[in-house]
């Protein structure tokens, strides 16, 4: 065996233990987890020729990734049409679309800016069976290109919280509530946000390590 297979493989067997381990904080049906499991397996093929992801999380795409994403899920339960700004490499809106799948009435707006991201993303969707729409545009483009209503609106290692904010505004204006995933520096970016805007927001603790989710239910841009 070559030493690239024999890395591949190693590699292999750290993402197989990972991903029991992601199950066990975010547990998913059979179904789902076959949807991921192809998802995965198309983003480390693409991995190899786009930067989806920091090739450091490799090893950890399912409990840095996967459950990550999952955990928003049970924080708006009944939320079936869901906008995830700055997809990138599908995290969380491809996770989402996968978990709502079996929802009748689910959708996933997924707004991306890069043409190689928007076709990794679109063909995810298609590999997954799942109810994602791919949308190749400047995220603050988004709400033109949005049709009906949204439940919930969210994004991951987008932007600083008050331009997050910027962004969701409109999608909220019409009845969305906001999920966030921020890192360590949370406090930080809620009190540079309470500068631009008016907000109360409740804060949860990840699953999957020292981030946090900011919840948001109605903005208001200070005068």
């Not at 969707?125 to 009906?148: Q, W």
């Not at 209503?149 to 919280?161: F, K, S």
């Not at 008050?162 to 949370?186: C, N, S, T, Y």
């Amino acid at each position: 065996m070559d030493k690239a297979s024999a890395n591949g493989q190693a590699l292999d067997s750290i993402i197989a233990a990972d991903k029991r381990k992601a199950l066990k904080l975010a547990p998913v049906s059979h179904e789902t987890e076959a949807r991921l499991d192809r998802y995965i397996a198309l983003l480390r093929e693409w991995q190899a020729k786009t930067n989806l992801v920091a090739p450091s999380t490799l090893p950890h795409l399912w409990t840095r990734h996967i459950a990550d994403s999952l955990q928003l899920v049970d924080l708006a339960p009944l939320a079936k049409r869901w906008a995830d700004l700055g997809s990138g490499g599908g995290f969380p809106g491809v996770v989402l679309a996968c978990a709502m799948a079996g929802t009748p009435g689910a959708s996933v707006h997924l707004v991306e800016r890069i043409a190689k991201k928007a076709a990794f993303l679109r063909e995810a969707v298609r590999v997954t069976t799942s109810p994602g729409i791919v949308h190749l545009a400047e995220i603050g483009d988004n709400v033109d290109r949005i049709t009906g209503p949204v439940d919930c609106v969210t994004a991951r290692a987008l932007a600083p919280l008050h331009q997050l904010i910027g962004f969701a505004e409109p999608l909220m204006r019409q009845g969305a509530k906001a999920l966030f995933l921020k890192g360590q520096d949370v406090e930080a970016e809620l009190t540079e946000a309470a500068k631009y805007w008016n907000i109360q927001p409740q804060l949860h603790q990840s699953r999957t390590g020292d981030g946090w989710i900011v919840e948001l239910t109605s903005v208001e841009r200070r005068r």
